[in-house]
């Protein structure tokens, strides 16, 4: 009746024995390190970085506890903060020679301090918020006026083209605010000039002004398509930014919308602010150009003889190419870069596809230069760098392109990547800078635990006082809920703030509440006369309809708040809905399974330890049935 069979039992301690390794990691802390990044498309940090980092800090006779390279880049696990500036500025001088043209970005950061052993289990700590880590805060606007000004400087040339595609005569195109003025002196070229307007830009509201010979056309945005143009904008400066606080190492960052125009970037761990807010405001544009391969053009240029209309940027690997000034197209005209392969070499590739107009564009370029050279630029802070230069092999039309050749497959993600949110949709400035030091972080963590100790010692104190033996079962079962919870968390590498400290807090409180409901439901059945064994069968099987019913109700508020709230609201709704699955299993499989040990195995079981059972009428009977 009261005993489970054996997998039963290996599954409970299976559970357990995994719950404790996934929540030892949170115990190890972390450790102070210096992260070597790549601050350029055309240089990548491999295995070279890693030994340069590695003579750097022998030549400084800095002592380090590991050097590891991913997929971020170099980073170096120091013993203290002091050490760990000053790596920094040795890393910093080897890397960066020339301070006002960094090749690398060297940051400050924070590794996990698990021992390798756990490390290779994927056992890691659970990522901590700025409140419990300490970090910054920024609160960045977005400049919409400056998104929509772009999108008519990109507009005013499509008109151009459409004017020309038509052959239809005007006296000028020009941009006066928010509104385009396209001038003419005939009223049937203004007119069929509206009819191809129209026709082509359909967010575009056109209206017509002037009499005689002073003729004119006048364009705005839509109201629905300004709208368009603003969440665009919003969202690809969101990605924009992912990108970058890559090169921070910053675990689990938080970057999210607020209002219409704001974005809030949350940068748990980082000690750097000044490189924070350096990364975060870079402004870069991407371009297309042709490459100058005329003969003798290049070693002239690198004579110092430079042609006209020319420039000289380095290819990836660091070759000389001399690029030609005049801008075939920006990156305005790409709507989406995804990595690939080469359908006829299966070779790593990126498709690139384009709006209409840029592909009207880039059909008449491609026609006119097959078997030359065309190179995508990266411009930022007045400096470019070629992303990758191809070779046109054939007048590419649809507005479909394909770049390929010499590409590993994570140059290719790379150069994706980089292609599709490079550059700042719109211009961003850093309204409100907050900075919460390590040490207040530090004070919350251990107001957060001390909280959740002293909640779970008064229960506990509670539950044995008056279920005894059963009390002392439930706390055990409550302690196994809390390792579950924690492990749950740190497995999927989730976000703990102080709202999820309180959800763990709230969690235990509720969780007990299953357990009180078996000892209620047994002490009714042993009041009422039935045997220890049948009551303890029983008072799971009746309560455990109860248990569910109350956590599936909990767990509708929980999904509810996780759908609908943002922030710290779904910090905390994520432990609380986590709290309320591993509560189940804790207070009903694992307290059974301690219960089944205990008692299950006793054949004439005549008396339980479970408190005082108050029978009407009757004086007060120490657990008997």
């Not at 920094?88 to 301070?99: C, G, M, Q, S």
């Amino acid at each position: 009746m009261n005993r489970y069979p054996l997998w039963k039992y290996i599954t409970v301690a299976i559970a357990l024995v995994l719950g404790f390794v996934y929540t030892l990691p949170n115990f190890f802390g972390e450790s102070p390190a210096v992260q070597v990044s790549s601050a350029k498309a055309t240089i990548k940090v491999d295995a070279k970085a890693q030994a340069r980092v590695e003579e750097a800090m022998k030549a400084a006779s800095i002592v380090h506890d590991g050097i590891q390279l991913d997929t971020v880049g170099v980073k170096v696990r120091l013993k203290d903060t002091d050490t760990q500036l000053k790596a920094k500025d040795v890393l910093e001088k080897t890397f960066n020679p020339d301070a006002t043209d960094p090749q690398y970005v060297v940051a400050l950061n924070l590794l996990t301090a698990s021992p390798t052993w756990l490390t290779s289990l994927h056992a890691l700590p659970m990522y901590l918020g700025l409140d419990l880590r300490g970090g910054v805060h920024f609160l960045l606007q977005v400049d919409m006026k400056g998104a929509l000004t772009k999108r008519l400087d990109s507009t005013s040339g499509d008109l151009r083209t459409i004017m020309r595609d038509k052959n239809l005569r005007h006296s000028g195109i020009n941009r006066e605010g928010d509104r385009l003025i396209i001038n003419f002196r005939e009223l049937e070229t203004r007119s069929k000039a509206k009819n191809a307007i129209a026709d082509s830009q359909p967010d575009l509201l056109i209206t017509e002004q002037g009499e005689g010979t002073e003729l004119k056309l006048v364009a705005t945005l839509k109201p629905e398509a300004q709208k368009k143009i603003g969440e665009f904008a919003l969202k690809q400066n969101i990605t924009t930014l992912h990108n970058r606080i890559n090169e921070l190492g910053v675990a689990e960052p938080v970057i999210q919308q607020q209002g219409s125009d704001r974005i809030v970037v949350q940068l748990p761990g980082v000690q750097d602010t000044a490189k924070a807010k350096d990364i975060l405001g870079r402004t870069a544009t991407l371009e297309i150009r042709m490459v100058d391969d005329s003969p003798g053009a290049l070693e002239a240029a690198l004579a110092g003889s430079l042609p006209f209309g020319t420039e000289i940027y380095s290819e990836r690997g660091g070759q000389p190419l001399l690029v030609k000034k005049q801008v075939v197209l920006t990156g305005d005209r790409l709507t989406d870069a995804q990595p690939g392969f080469d359908n006829q070499t299966q070779e790593p590739a990126v498709h690139l596809t384009l709006d209409s107009a840029g592909a009207r564009i880039f059909k008449d370029v491609t026609r006119e230069n097959v078997n030359k050279r065309m190179a995508i630029l990266l411009i930022e802070k007045g400096k470019g760098e070629v992303v990758t230069a191809p070779v046109i092999r054939t007048e590419i039309a649809g507005g479909r392109v394909q770049i390929s050749g010499r590409m590993t497959t994570t140059e290719a993600n790379d150069t994706a990547l980089l292609l599709r949110a490079g550059s700042l949709a719109a211009p961003m400035d850093i309204i409100e800078e907050r900075t919460i030091g390590p040490s207040l972080g530090a004070d919350n963590i251990k107001k957060g635990f001390q909280s959740t100790m002293w909640g779970f010692v008064a229960i506990a104190v509670f539950m044995i006082i008056y279920y005894q033996i059963f009390g002392v079962v439930s706390v055990i079962a409550l302690a196994s809920n809390l390792l579950f919870l924690v492990a749950l968390l740190s497995l999927l590498q989730a976000t703990l703030t102080l709202p999820g400290i309180a959800a763990i807090a709230l969690t235990l409180g509720m969780a007990i509440d299953a357990n009180v409901l078996i000892n209620e439901r047994i002490r009714e059945e042993l009041r009422a006369g039935m045997p220890p064994q049948a009551a303890i069968s029983e008072g799971y099987e009746r309560a455990f309809g109860t248990i569910l019913d109350s956590n599936i109700t909990t767990l509708i508020a929980g999904l509810a708040l996780l759908i609908f709230g943002s922030g710290p609201i779904r910090g905390f709704a994520v432990v609380h809905c986590l709290g309320i699955l591993t509560s189940i299993f804790s207070s009903v499989v694992v307290s059974r399974a301690l219960i089944n040990l205990i008692y299950g195995r006793q054949k004439k079981l005549t008396s339980v330890a479970i408190g005082q059972i108050w029978k009407p009428g009757t004086a007060a009977v120490n657990g008997q049935k």
